[in-house]
């Protein structure tokens, strides 16, 4: 069977699908019951980062001043991307790639991709 044929969709799952979706769960599973624990046990945001963060117009006036709009830009960017590995919003970021990376083991089981590398070959000299 080439990569071109469609596959039954009644065909039994392969042994390699079976682990992929089982994976799939495991990481699921686990992402979340992680996350929801992170959520549970993160503390309360500091109030000093709102006073000396980005989001003091003083700071931020000084900084365009310096650097220019760019340089708030990319202040506002930086801010935001540590945000994300620090309290709560650690949670959501562990919760969203563990649903992207269980969905890419579903999907990459679903789609047969790996099935091309166990098919037996058809090159027979007669």
């Known amino acids: 069977m080439s990569s071109r044929e469609p596959h039954d969709a009644s065909a039994p799952h392969s042994p390699l699908q079976v682990r992929l979706y089982l994976a799939s769960v495991v990481i699921l599973v686990a992402g979340l019951i992680g ?67 269980a969905g890419a083991c579903f999907m990459a089981g679903h789609s047969r991709i790996f099935d091309t590398l166990h098919e037996p070959a058809d090159d027979q000299d007669n």
């Open 35 to 101: 996350a929801a624990i992170i959520y549970a046990t993160a503390p309360a945001p500091d109030s000093a980062e709102l006073m000396y963060g980005t989001a003091n117009p003083q700071y931020q006036l000084e900084l365009q001043r310096i650097g220019g709009t760019a340089e708030v830009v990319m202040a506002e960017f930086h801010q935001w991307f540590d945000s994300l590995w620090h309290g709560k919003p650690l949670a959501y970021t562990v919760a969203v790639l563990c649903t992207a990376a």
